[in-house]
């Protein structure tokens, strides 16, 4: 099952959100993500479709093993391109936004260059 960046995004958050949260539901991501309510129930519902995601009878969002799995690289990618990019000099926020963008592009080879690279540097 591949994943279109907007449906990555989706994953990560909810991610983000069940870090913080017991129950998720589809109006906390739509807060998240400062994203309309329409279009998060459209994404939720093509993540339940495609296994990612289970939606209660409550409304309340659970990632399956293969959701997880997935949030959890993309949350990764995020997290390390970012502070790559913060010791590279970068204003934290633009870092963020480029982190965002990139993860969803960067070839696994690419990634695990760099994230073996700032293992070494932080050492």
Do not use: W
């Amino acid at each position: 099952m591949s994943l279109k960046p907007s449906g990555e995004m989706y994953l990560e958050s909810i991610y983000v959100l069940c870090k913080t949260k017991d129950v998720v539901r589809s109006i906390d991501v739509a807060e998240h993500m400062n994203f309309s309510k329409p279009s998060v129930c459209r994404g939720v519902g093509l993540l339940k479709k495609e296994g990612y995601i289970n939606v209660d009878k409550d409304g309340h969002i659970s990632l399956t093993d293969a959701g997880l799995s997935h949030a959890k690289k993309i949350y990764d990618r995020h997290t390390v391109l970012s502070q790559v990019f913060i010791l590279l000099g970068v204003d934290k926020e633009i870092a963020e936004e480029d982190a965002c963008k990139m993860e969803h592009i960067i070839s696994d080879e690419s990634f695990y260059a760099l994230k073996n690279y700032l293992k070494k540097i932080k050492k």
